[in-house]
C-alpha cells in the first residue's frame, strides 16, 4: 500500500510518503524544509537566511522563534488561532485568502512530489488537520492533486490521544517498540 500523507498541525505541515507500511520520505515540518504551516515558516531562502545569521542582529533564539514559532500564518495575519484564520476565510478576508492559496499550493506541491517518490504507484493521499474544514482550502488543495489518487480526509485528529494510547498499550506489552533509522 502506497500513501502520501500530510498532516497540518497547529505548527508545521508533515507531508510524507508511505511504502507498505514504512515511511519512507517526509518533509522537516519543525524546522527545514517543506511548506510554511500555521506558525513555521517552511523552506527559506538559504542566502538570505544565511545573512540574517550573520548580520549581528539577532540572536539564535529569535530567528529559531521566526521559523518555528512566529513564521507562516502567524507571520502574515498576526494569529495563529485556526478557528481565527477559517472565520477569516469564511468572511471573505482578500490577505487572509491569499495567503490560504498559497499554502494550498505549497501543500499541493509537496504532496506531488512524493509520487516521485513512490515510483509513479499512489493508491491514495490522507489529508489531516482541522485547516481542511475550510471548504475553499481543500477544493484548492483537491484541485492540484485529486487526479494522482483517491482522497481520504480527516480533518479532525486527536494525536495527543493517540500517542497516548499507543504509550500505553507499548507500557502494558501489547504492541512493540519499533526502531526507526
Not at 498541525?9 to 507498505?20: D, F, K, P, R
Not at 514559532?69 to 477559517?86: M, Q
Not at 497516548?164 to 517498540?177: H, N, Q, S
Amino acid at each position: 500500500l502506497n500513501l502520501i500523507v500530510c498532516h497540518i498541525g497547529t505548527g508545521g505541515v508533515s507531508i510524507g510518503a508511505h511504502q507498505n507500511g514504512q515511511v519512507v520520505d517526509v518533509n522537516q515540518a519543525y524546522d527545514g524544509g517543506g511548506p510554511f504551516g500555521i506558525t513555521r515558516t517552511g523552506t527559506l531562502p538559504m542566502g538570505q537566511l544565511v545573512h540574517m545569521c550573520f548580520s549581528g542582529e539577532y540572536t539564535e533564539k529569535e530567528i529559531m522563534d521566526m521559523i518555528t514559532v512566529d513564521g507562516g500564518y502567524k507571520a502574515y495575519l498576526g494569529t495563529d488561532d485556526i478557528n481565527e484564520i477559517n472565520k477569516m476565510l469564511a468572511e471573505g478576508d482578500k490577505k487572509a485568502q491569499l495567503i490560504s492559496y498559497a499554502l494550498s499550493y505549497q501543500v499541493s506541491k509537496e504532496i506531488a512530489s512524493h509520487v516521485a517518490t513512490l515510483g509513479g504507484r499512489v493508491d491514495a493521499i490522507i489529508l489531516t488537520g482541522v485547516i481542511f474544514d475550510s471548504r475553499r482550502f481543500l477544493e484548492n488543495v483537491k484541485r492540484r492533486i485529486g487526479s494522482i489518487a483517491p482522497i481520504a480526509l480527516y480533518p479532525v485528529v486527536n494525536d495527543i490521544g493517540a500517542l497516548a494510547m499507543y504509550g500505553y498499550e507499548i507500557l502494558k506489552g501489547e504492541v512493540a517498540i519499533k526502531e526507526y533509522v
